[in-house]
């Protein structure tokens, strides 16, 4: 593993339970992802929450997650969501 990698790795974690959902081991655990998204009650669980609806198609679900993120519903592709949730998250 890269330093990079090594790095980013360490990032995500200290950003929190929000962050661990967006992890590549993540993707095909959705039960996994909401649990962990749902354990930061505050708005960047919230944020991560309302993108993992999105990525399923659950787009009413997914609004109510963005008013509760204090965000607009996102209009851009998954990945560059996700990438946006996590360049904030482990800033």
Known sequence: MTRIKRQAKRNIRAAGKAAI?????MRCHTKRAH?????????????????LHRKEGDQDNAAYWYRR??????????DAERQSIVKDLVR
């Open 21 to 25: 959902a967006l992890l590549p081991r």
């Open 35 to 51: 649990e962990s998204a749902q354990q930061d009650e505050g708005p960047e669980g919230s944020w991560v929450h309302a993108y």
């Open 69 to 78: 993120a204090g965000k607009p519903v996102c209009r851009e592709s998954l």
